[in-house]
Each structure stands twice: as C-alpha cells, then as structure tokens.
C-alpha cells in the first residue's frame, strides 16, 4: 500500500507547532480479507500499550480463518486471530468475563455470530448456538448480531453482563414483507454465555440497530434504546427498560419516533445537549431524519429532515460550532439504497438543530467521522475515512483504476478540509477511524483501516491498517474518538 508521507508532513505543518515527528509507525495488510467492522482498543497483552481488535471477513455468509483479529498496538504484529463461520460486522466490546484480570473480547456478526474469547490468546470463551427451533421468542433468535452493550451484573455472579440484539434476514428481498422476522433483544450471561432473558421488538419488526443501554441523574431505571426497521421496512425508535426485558414485555415500550418504508438502523447517541443534566437522544432514521429528543421529558428539542437522502450511520457529538453546547456531525447519503449518488458531510447546531456546516465529499459512507480538537483551538475537527470515484458508476462495475481512499480531516471554525492520506486503488466504506493515545505519550495516534478495490464495493480481497503518531498534543479527554463513542457505549460522556 502507496502511503501519502508528503500529505502527512503537510498536514502537521499546517495544524501543528509540535516538534514530535509525525509518522506512520506500521502497516499491516492482509490477505483476502475485510471489514465492516471499526477497530477497537484495550490493552490485551499487558504491556500498557493498547492493542486492536476488528472483525472481518471474506464473503458475507462464509468461513474465514482471520474472521477475529487482535493486532498488538506497539508494533501492529498479530496477537491472535479467531476463525469465524461468516463475516464479523459488530465491533468489540472488553469485560472480564474469566476473571484474569485482562480485558476480554465480545463481538458479533452475520449469520448467528456472536463470541467472547479471552483477551490474552483469543480462545473461545463461549459462543451462542442457535438451538430454539421450537421456543416462541428465540425461534427468531438466527440471524445477526451488531453491537453489544455491557450492563450491570444481572446473574450475581459479580462480573456485567450483555445486551445484544438479534434480527435482519439476508434472504429477505428489498420491499418485500414475507421472510420479515421480528428482532430478539437478549439478556446475555457474560461469564456464560446463557441467554438471561429475550423478547421481540415491541412491533413485531426486524431490527438492525445495536441496543443503547445508559441511566439518568437521581433514576434509578435502567433504560435501552431500541430500533426497528430496514432500508426498505417502516420502523420506530423505542424506549424500554432493563426489568422489562426481564420480565418479557417489551411490549411496554415507549415508541419515540417512527419512519414509513424506513426504520432505525444506525444507534443513537446520548449527550445533555439543554444543559439539564439529562441525556438527551440523537437519533438519525433511514430516511434521513435528525431528531433531538429530551431525556427529561421525551420532548423533541428539534428535528431536521434531509429530502432524498438517507442514513445507516451513528451521528458523533463533538463542539463543532465554539459554544459550550455540544453539536452534531452526520452523514448523509443522498438517493436511495443501494444506488446512492454521493454524501454529505453535515453540522448540525447541538442547541438549535439549524445546519451549521454542509459539505459533499466522496460518495457512499456508512463510516462515522472521529471527534477532536487537532489545531489546539477549543473546536473540535473530524476525521473521516472517505472513498472517492465517480459516484455516478454502478457500485459494481468500478475499476480499481479510479478508486482511492482518503483519509480527510474537517475543520469547521474556517471550512478547511485536508488530505491526510491518499491511497490510489483503496476504499473504505464501514470501518471508523480510532483517535486516542495508545501508549500514553499525551500525543495523538490514529488508526485507519482500508481496503483493497478489484470490483464490487462491497467486497473483499484484501485489507491494510496503518497506525499513524502524531505531533498532535492531546491537551483534553477525548470523548468521540471511535465508532459509538470513546468509551464505545454511545454516550458522549462530559467527565
């Protein structure tokens, strides 16, 4: 892979006074393989320096023997890799689920997969296995898994335990209602493996949408977020609690916001955006719809629709505006699925909902932008994994040739937009970059993850990750520096 270092000195030039070079400190590639899922990090081998772990994958339903991979985060050499029966979409999450102090791995992903293996070495803790032919709600229960949430132990065993969604059938044809199965949100024991307690989405609809689990100030519920629907499908955005999940009924739920022949597919985000204490909702349906919704009352504070268009990707928080609330970086798509026509690159005002800033790079992105404050100027920039060609081209039939992956920061104080790294034959359309401080130097580093381009966007014949450290001072917490957040549960967290 052809890495742009020119770009990258440009880039510190112009951002940074650092004297710390800034450099790509390796590269890996792999055969064959790809993702859909976004790197995550924690300190596997105990060196205090974090590791990576993705998911990944060759065909969507077939065997792969580098479907789990866990990269050491000094060197990028494997620590282990776990094979998977098909394509890991889900990214990880890290609990002790074995009690040797080490952060362990769970990550799910098409086809029923869904594994916690042991941080060390990558050995199958447990698995799930479908076995529920003729149980009234997991009967349901074959189909995919995304992201989980880690909630508090349930089964007094001392250690958290897991929510996980299961739903979307991939036999199921686009408009079509027949093969349509309701999603299970399961209660997951995390030492064991055993499903605690299940039930369908309250409207008997598929879901794709990882469950959110959070609390509110002086509360002491235990609420999820859940979402159903499709591309194609109606759907809502539900409220519901822990206990009755519990207690199987679901049915219960509080319906937020619906969408006719959309649903709820990317995961919200929560952050106190009226200065309450509460936590309030961001959400986004597939038709492309921003809503803010009050955690106190579950009044909508404000919504914006985005005509002809649509979106599967999470918004991130960050302070993009230079006031004290936090705002709203989206992804857009414009067209319907699967023929988008190109993206856009929004900012929402986190107080008012009115675009602040609108941008059109790159064509289709399911990826989200990665939030912090490059220059050292009190606002916060993205970073963004974009694909570039002609966005009128058939997905199917684009060349290598006019191909290229950027990785591209935006900054919206003065509307500069920069090239970090260009790689000619590349994309990336899933996978969100990770910002953060691997080895505790108070310096940025980034990891981004491309992907080899022969034909079909969506598929996969080989793949790279590169981790680049920066000159960049990290002088504040980052909060939105991965897919679903810092701390990877969706909550843009203040402290």
């Not at 393989?33 to 060759?58: E, F």
């Not at 689920?97 to 799910?108: E, K, Q, R």
Request: charged residues 20%; aromatic residues 10%; negative net charge.
């Amino acid at each position: 892979m052809r890495v742009s270092l020119l770009m990258l000195t440009l880039w510190m030039i112009i951002i940074s006074c650092s004297k710390k070079e800034t450099e790509v400190t390796w590269t890996k590639s792999f055969y064959q393989i790809g993702s859909q899922s976004s790197p995550r990090l924690a300190d596997l081998n105990q060196d205090d320096i974090l590791d990576i772990v993705i998911g990944a994958g060759t065909s969507e339903l077939g065997f792969c023997e580098q479907g789990i991979l866990a990269l050491d985060g000094a060197t990028g050499d494997t620590l282990w890799t776990q094979t998977t029966d098909a394509q890991v979409v889900g990214s990880a999450r890290f609990l002790d689920m074995n009690g040797d102090a080490t952060p362990d791995v769970l990550i799910g992903g098409r086809a029923g997969t869904l594994k916690a293996l042991s941080g060390i070495d990558g050995q199958v803790l447990w698995k799930y296995e479908y076995s529920y032919e003729d149980h009234p709600i997991l009967q349901y229960a074959r189909y995919n898994f995304y992201n989980s949430s880690i909630v508090p132990d349930q089964d007094e065993d001392g250690i958290e335990d897991i929510l996980a969604i299961n739903g979307g059938n991939w036999d199921a044809a686009p408009h079509d209602m027949s093969d349509r199965w309701p999603g299970v949100l399961m209660l997951i024991s995390s030492a064991r493996g055993t499903i605690l307690a299940a039930d369908t989405m309250p409207d008997g609809a598929e879901s794709y949408m990882s469950p959110i689990y959070f609390t509110q100030p002086d509360d002491a519920t235990d609420y999820i977020l859940i979402g159903s629907g499709g591309e194609t499908q109606s759907g809502s955005l539900y409220l519901t609690t822990l206990d009755d999940l519990k207690q199987q009924e679901l049915s219960r739920a509080k319906r937020l916001l619906s969408e006719q022949h959309h649903g709820y597919i990317a995961p919200p985000a929560l952050v106190d955006l009226d200065q309450d204490t509460y936590l309030d909702i961001l959400s986004v349906s597939h038709a492309g719809t921003i809503t803010a919704t009050s955690g106190k009352n579950l009044e909508t504070l404000w919504s914006q629709t985005f005509e002809d268009s649509e979106s599967s990707t999470q918004l991130t928080v960050g302070h993009f505006t230079g006031d004290k609330t936090p705002d709203v970086f989206a992804i857009i798509n414009s067209g319907t699925w699967p023929a988008y026509t190109g993206s856009r690159e929004i900012v929402l005002d986190g107080e008012t909902g009115e675009i602040a800033y609108a941008d059109s790079v790159g064509c289709i992105i399911f990826s989200n932008g990665a939030a912090a404050d490059l220059n050292g100027d009190g606002w916060d920039e993205i970073l963004l994994s974009v694909t570039d060609y002609d966005c009128a081209t058939d997905f199917k039939e684009i060349s290598s040739d006019s191909m290229s992956n950027k990785l591209m920061t935006f900054n919206f104080r003065d509307g500069q937009v920069l090239v970090i790294q260009e790689t000619p034959k590349f994309k990336n359309i899933f996978s969100t970059p990770w910002v953060g401080d691997i080895d505790g130097d108070k310096y940025l580093d980034i990891i981004h993850c491309q992907y080899f381009h022969f034909n079909n966007i969506y598929e996969f014949i080989g793949s790279s990750m590169s981790r680049i450290s920066t000159g960049i001072r990290i002088k504040k917490p980052l909060r939105w520096g991965a897919y679903m957040g810092s701390r990877y549960d969706g909550i843009y967290h203040e402290r």
